[in-house]
């Protein structure tokens, strides 16, 4: 490479990766390091400015994106499709780059790119500022884990080097970042095409102190910063030579190993003792993070390839149910319960998913409900596994984290994802048994606990009769407690919306809280839109059977809306209110409830009575 | 001296990588090309399986038209470490006569370099190969996978390559299908001879500078490595102070005036040089988007 790029003893090495689309000067920012710091040969240069005069998109002299563009394809439509892998030096530095493509079609190669990257360079033209892709790379890199960016502001030279310009661009990006819980933001002035800096200070912009964007890039931290929750090796291979020398070989994670320490085997619970750190360069009393080892245990116990070995002191999540965010990456959408292979760790087994919960728009992060999933978008799911295995949280150690999803007739890679946390964490954290059951509880209260589940669109009475039926248990003697949908909105579930994907989760939470409160022995009165007949019957599972009525309070939607007690509906016709039940998000009348009471018909205290009845049936 | 920060990183990924292979593939092999990469390649695969032995076979495919040194290293090699050596030539282009003089480069390189190594890779049905390849070396390379698939007719499709994510490695093929694997995807020159160095791996002394007979084609200085070169009239093969940067079949490789006799003197060369090593390949140079043409119709 270069010929300031001379032999330090310690060099280290970073991964960055760098997204925008073309029109921001991504490739030409990358050949301009790559020129700078002698990246590119002459030999090179010369078929650059063969290849400029017959491809190029610059008006006179050397289009840089084309050292990037290696594919024909790319070359002849002057766009980047998918990731390359550019190499450049400096005496302090060995720097690989991801380039990824920047347009919506190509968000599993930014994807791709960012997966192995611990810093994001992401491009903003100067004259257009913040905007929708920003949010989208943004986005993108901080899902796969990446809390370091470059934000280079490019083309200063259109907007005459203003710093007016630069700044109000780096403060809008610094509070997006921050809600984005990005921690590590550096904006840079730059002009990629002249190459203001970039590897050189601006003599254009004075005004200018901090770093260039290769300097940035020399003393920036070269690993994603991650919780410290112990040391796990994903055995890869089983190396037995002959009976006397039986080793697992891997690559470490999470923490450093030593000789002596003590390790349990997944997903059998096996525990035995490190004994020997073995390299070809000889025995070794500590292994570290990154290092391919192979070790020996002190016990003959089974161990084979997908196993995962782990610190005693560092449990790790042992289940066949996980919480993940997904991103697909086949033209063949994602359909729950669809069995695909799941690659984690080096363990390989089958998997679908189990509930689709929302897909996120990758442009405004909004959720949205969706029944399948299709090629680049990103979702979150209940993910189901055909065995219990050890993985972890992405966040905690991604390296247990990620998973790749291979279709099973194609063998294409169709899906990538990275584990929020197990599901039937109950299992792992060991439910605490009371000695007080819930018969005991209701039989201390005199009553039989139960559930009154009062569904129907805004303004059909459900709380005016919950109200009168909670009055009237209440004048019998008996312990109740009304949940009320908008109340229970003002607390617990003040962080969820009105989309489907929260409208799910607002209904889940109900579900719980009720079934505790029932465990407790009281009748609990539940007062919800809840439009989905899917939580409802999550609800209705929750509860034991027999305890839970569901009570259809009817009244069509014109005399609901000409009710609007509380204006609601007017503003929703306004488009004020979005997402609203009856209007722009639907209702699912229940198909067979316990009561349905008619409000149009009957008065709130027939209406209570018939409820009551329900009781003492 | 330890390895320095960023070889070390480099050098636990490759052994991932081998030990992704031989996990995951029925009948891999390791394209030993004799060359600097396969020398690092074989070195990191020895690592990668210690104190086992290789779970796989080297592979050579011989022109029949390398440097005589170079097939005297491999034999040498081979019988050191006592590893499993296939080596293959295509029959049909030797009973044709194909070779890189009266043939031409292309001919050549498709005849006796790509058709012999999908006959040796069908014949023993090999479903991986691991190949030395650099991302550093070529564009095109630059965006191929570190487990690139190749479909029953060993060609590989650039725009429907399987996306690749953290180092989990889709190593799924059906029946006649194949994959290429390139554990040295993220090294540059310059990392492998630090490496080679650092490791103290032996290589050809090709490498290395030393009075070589030459003579210059085209600004091309071509070693007369046998009497199989055919002179023009006025071509007299003179001694010349030249090192190769890459080695091939040596009327299409190039070498190089060069005093550097050292594995030392060529970190500091090659640190400071102005061209690619790949200009020294006259076939990569034969037609724009050379490499990408040759990969797709099966080439390494």
Known sequence: MGDQATLAPQRSLLRFFTCGSVDD????????????????????????????????????????????????????????????????????????????????????????????????????????????????????????????????????????YDQNVFNAIAANYQNFAMDLKIDDVKAIPVSALHGDNVCIPSANMPWYTGPTVLEHLETAPDTVPTPARGFRLPVQWV????????????????????????????????????????????????????????????????????????????????????????????????????QYMIKIGSRTSAAWVSELKYVINVNTREHTAAKTLHLNEIAV??????????????????????????????????????????????????????????????????????????????????????????????????????????????????????????????????????????????????????????????????????????????????????RDRKGLYARARRGEIQNFTGVDSPYEPPLSPELRVDTTAIDPDEAAEQVLKLLTR | MPLPDHLRRLESESIHIFREVAAEFERPVLMYSIGKDSSVLLHLAMKAFYPGKLPFPLLH??????????????????????????????????????????????????????????????AHKFDCAIGGARRDEEKSRAKERVMSFRDGHHAWDPKNQRPELWNLYNCRVKPGESVRAFPLSNWTELDIWTYIQHENIPIVSLYLAKPRPVVERDGQLIMVDDDRLPLGENEVPRDEVVRFRTLGCYPLTAAVRSDAASIEDIILETAAARTSEREGRLIDSDQAGSMEKKKREGYF
């Open chain 1, 25 to 160: 000067g991504k490739s030409s920012l990358i050949g301009r390091l790559l020129v700078d710091t002698k990246g590119v040969f002459d030999d090179q240069s010369v078929a650059l400015a063969a290849d400029s005069r017959k491809y190029g998109t610059v008006a006179d002299g050397l289009d840089l994106a084309l050292l990037v563009d290696g594919l024909q394809a790319e070359r002849e439509q002057g766009i980047t499709i998918d990731v390359a892998y550019r190499f450049f030096a400096t005496p302090a530095r060995n720097f690989i780059v991801a380039d990824t493509p920047g347009h919506e079609q190509y968000t599993r190669n930014m994807a791709t790119g960012a997966s192995t990257a611990a810093l994001a360079v992401i491009l903003i033209d100067a004259r257009k500022g913040v905007v929708t892709q920003t949010h989208r790379h943004s986005y993108i890199a901080r899902l796969l884990g990446i809390r370091q960016v470059l934000v280079a502001v490019n083309k200063m030279d259109l907007v005459d």
């Open chain 1, 239 to 338: 190396n037995r030579p002959n009976l006397d020398f039986r080793g697992f070989s891997g690559t470490v994670v999470g923490a450093d190993v030593k000789v002596g320490d003590p390790v349990i085997v997944e997903p059998a619970g096996t525990a035995s003792q490190i004994t020997e750190i073995v390299s070809a360069n000889g025995v070794r009393d500590v292994a570290y993070p990154g290092d391919a080892v192979t070790v020996r245990l002190a016990d003959e116990i089974d161990v084979s390839r997908g196993d995962v070995l782990h610190h005693a002191n560092a449990p790790m999540e042992i289940t066949d149910q996980v919480q993940a965010h997904l991103i697909w990456m086949s033209r063949e959408p994602m359909i729950p319960g669809r």
């Open chain 1, 381 to 562: 799911c209940n993910l189901s596994l055909d065995r219990r295995i050890p993985c972890d949280a992405y966040a905690d150690v991604p390296q247990t984290g990620a998973f790749i999803l291979i279709d099973r007739t194609t063998n294409e890679t169709a899906g990538a994802g990275m584990i929020d946390f197990g599901l039937r964490r109950a299992d792992n954290l060991t439910r605490q048994s009371v000695s007080i059951d819930r018969a005991q509880r209701a039989a201390a209260l005199g009553q039989r606990p139960s559930v009154l589940w009062f569904t129907g669109l805004s303004g059909a009475g459900k709380s005016t009769l919950a109200n009168r039926v909670e009055e009237k248990l209440h004048a019998e003697g008996k312990r109740t407690y009304l949940l009320d949908g908008d109340n229970v909105r003002h607390g617990l579930n003040r962080d969820l919306g009105f989309t489907d994907a929260d409208r799910v989760e607002n209904i889940r939470r109900v579900g719980e809280v009720t079934k505790l409160m029932m465990d407790a022995g009281l009748i609990v009165l539940v007062s919800a839109i809840s439009p989905f007949r899917s939580e409802r019957d999550m609800a209705r599972q929750l509860i034991d059977d027999g305890a839970f009525y569901e009570i259809f309070v009817d009244a069509d939607l014109a005399t609901c809306e000409a």
């Open chain 2, 61 to 122: 495919i011989d022109t029949t038209w390398k440097f005589q040194e170079m097939i005297a290293f491999r034999d040498q090699l081979a019988a050191d470490l006592g590893v499993d050596l296939i080596v293959h030539t295509n029959p049909d282009g030797l009973a044709q006569g194909i070779n890189p003089i009266a043939s031409g480069s292309a001919v050549h390189t498709d005849i006796m370099k790509t058709q012999a190594l999908k006959q040796a890779l069908d």
